[in-house]
C-alpha cells in the first residue's frame, strides 16, 4: 500500500508487523512528519488481525498527533472513544495507561476542560440539594 505525502509516497510493508509500524509512526512523528506518522498508525488500524491493545494504542497516537496540530475537534471523538472502550471492557484486556493518558488529553482541550469544571459543579450543587432535602425530611 502507497499513500503520498509532500515528498516521496510512503510505502507500508504488509509484512511489518503491528509494532513495526508503530514504532516507524513514532520516528515519524519525532522527526515533525506527522502525515507519514498517520499513515503508520492506520496501517496498523488497517491491519486484519489487530488486537484491541494494538487498536487503542494505534487510536491514541492519532489523537496524540492531532492534539500536536491543536485539531481538537478531531482529537476528541477519539478520546472519547477510547474511554468509552474501557468503559465497556473486561477490566485486563486493555493496556490501562491509555484510559489515563486519554483522561489526561481530553483534559486539556479547552471546551473539555470547561464541560468536566462545569459537570462537577452541577454534580456537587446536586449532592447539597440532596443533603438538604435529608435533613428537611427529619
Known sequence: ????????????DETMTTQELIQKGQDAYQEGKYKMALT????????????????????????????KKKNYKAARPIFEEIQELFRNTMPGILPAAYNKLAEIEL??????????QAAKKLEE???QQEQVEAADEY
Do not use: F
Open 1 to 12: 500500500m502507497a499513500v503520498s505525502c509532500k515528498s516521496a509516497p510512503v510505502v507500508i
Open 40 to 67: 503508520y498508525y492506520q496501517a496498523v488500524i488497517d491491519k486484519p488481525e489487530i488486537t484491541p491493545a494494538n487498536y487503542i494504542e494505534a487510536r491514541y497516537e492519532i489523537g496524540h498527533l492531532y492534539m
Open 107 to 116: 483534559a486539556k482541550i479547552p471546551d473539555t476542560r470547561q464541560a468536566i
Open 125 to 127: 450543587e446536586k449532592k
